[in-house]
């Protein structure tokens, strides 16, 4: 098997990760829901993660960091904190459905800037011309598709200039690029615990430069005889049971990450990325996306003329070689790069891809193209 | 003076708490608090036995002394507002 869907789930984990679940599910109970030992070891657990988000992504303080079930639900409790019916929000050419459809849901009118790929400062001039009429701003870090990497700080700044307030989606990015809470004055930043961190599927992270409103009520294992949800962070967003064994592994991968930093993690990938795309510019029939390597995380999407993209993705499947094809939950990107009618085939990589795997699963890609 | 509670809000708080008093050599445990202490109901508590006066000291420097100090004297809890030393 040769994956290369880590854009999805990486499917490969630190050893550690698996043993800390593992062990989690033997010894750890539910944090916030008693004192005895049982209660406490996972107490211990939860917190250990947010002091270790709140280190990689410089957030100073760890009850800043709202422990999700993946970056969706984080998406919605930020979008549903800040955006209402008619709040007018700025967003890419590169979104994700995690990031339109909650903003439709609540009514908000939508202002799309940047619709050409790996177009920086056409993404920039957009923001530009329209913060001055905004009351939000929510932005992908890293499309999903293509890998592009969106000028996140630039963005950043002109909100703060503005005192317009920033969601970043960095469901592509955290873990791979650097991200730092407090440079970027972010209002939230949402993202996956199971794809770049390398935590289990069923967590994610909410980092809070604002407070938030809850998008779930119920126990917090605290401030009982209170009908209201409790004021303080972490609590506030964190109803019910949590994952605990899931945040087990994710701190161990969250560890990880932090020994290999996202720079060096970036800079592994993008060799690959760059090796991969050599290698397939020179197939005849195939599109590729790519912008060399210089703004594009580890994600590398491309077309073969007159296949579909889903039965591409099913030859490569039964080889052995598992990408993805399709919209990617992401139609508005698929149509600001003019793949929307038979969407792309995305190959998708992560540290444990070896450049073995990718010479491999070029020569195959080329004996279906 | 058997020991000493320090009230918080949240168990997050209690945690980071303790870990703000660790750095200074301080031990304590998060433990849970004594319903009748708890206006709200469910509450955690730092419990320590020693170092008390410091650590009330550190909490309020660091501006996280969110709750009640409770001391536990002959088997009876009663409200400390005096700097514990």
Not at chain 1, 177 to 192: E, R, Y
């Amino acid at each position: 098997m040769i994956y290369l869907d880590n854009a999805a789930t990486s499917l490969l984990k630190p050893p550690a990760v698996c043993r800390a679940v593992r062990q989690a599910m033997l010894q750890a109970a539910s944090p916030g829901r008693g004192a005895h030992r049982a209660s406490m070891t996972a107490s211990e657990i939860v917190y250990r993660c947010r002091e270790e988000a709140a280190k990689l992504f410089h957030v100073g303080d760890p009850s800043r960091v709202v422990l999700t079930s993946n970056a969706t639900h984080a998406l919605n409790i930020a979008i549903r904190s800040l955006v209402g019916p008619e709040s007018r929000v700025l967003i890419t050419g590169f979104e994700h459905n995690a990031v339109l459809r909650p903003l439709k849901a609540v009514g908000a009118e939508i202002r799309v800037c940047g619709r050409t790929l790996f177009d920086r400062e056409g993404v920039l001039r957009d923001f530009r011309a329209q913060i001055g009429e905004a009351d939000a701003v929510v932005c992908t870090h890293v499309s999903n598709v293509f890998g592009f990497i969106l000028p996140i700080e630039e963005i950043a700044s002109l909100c703060r200039e503005h005192r317009v307030p920033l969601i970043v989606d960095a469901s592509q990015s955290a873990g791979v690029l650097d991200l730092d809470m407090q440079k970027l004055g972010a209002a939230f930043i949402a993202m996956p615990g199971h794809k770049s961190l390398f935590g289990p599927q069923g967590t994610g992270i909410l980092l809070c430069g604002v407070k938030g409103e809850p998008l779930l009520y119920g126990g917090t294992g605290s401030d009982s005889a209170n009908p209201a949800m409790p004021d303080e962070l972490p609590e506030r967003l964190e109803a019910g049971t949590m994952n605990v064994p899931g945040i087990a592994g994710l701190y161990e991968g969250l560890r990880f990450v932090g020994d290999r930093t996202p720079e060096g993690i970036h800079r592994y990938e993008s060799a690959l990325l760059k090796t991969l795309a050599d290698r397939l510019s020179r197939v005849g029939g195939l599109r590729l996306y790519t912008d060399a390597g210089l703004g594009q995380a580890g994600i590398l999407s491309f077309t073969a003329d007159g296949t579909d993209s889903e039965a591409f993705c099913e030859a490569l499947s039964e080889r052995g070689v598992f990408v993805r094809g399709g919209l990617h939950c992401a139609p508005l990107a698929h149509e600001s790069a003019g793949t929307r009618a038979f969407g792309t085939v995305r190959i998708s990589l992560s540290p444990f891809t070896d450049p073995e795997q990718i010479e491999r699963a070029a020569a195959l890609i080329e004996g279906l193209a | 003076m058997e020991k000493v509670l320090i009230l918080c809000r949240s168990l997050t708080q209690a945690q980071r708490s303790q870990r703000l008093l660790e750095r200074s050599g301080i031990v304590s445990a998060v433990v849970k608090a004594p319903v009748a202490l708890t206006k709200a109901g469910c509450g955690y508590a730092l419990s320590l036995r020693r170092h008390v006066a410091d650590a009330v000291r550190l909490l309020r420097e660091a501006d996280m002394l969110k709750g009640k100090v409770y001391a536990l004297s002959g088997g009876n809890w009663s409200e400390r507002n005096d700097d514990l030393s």
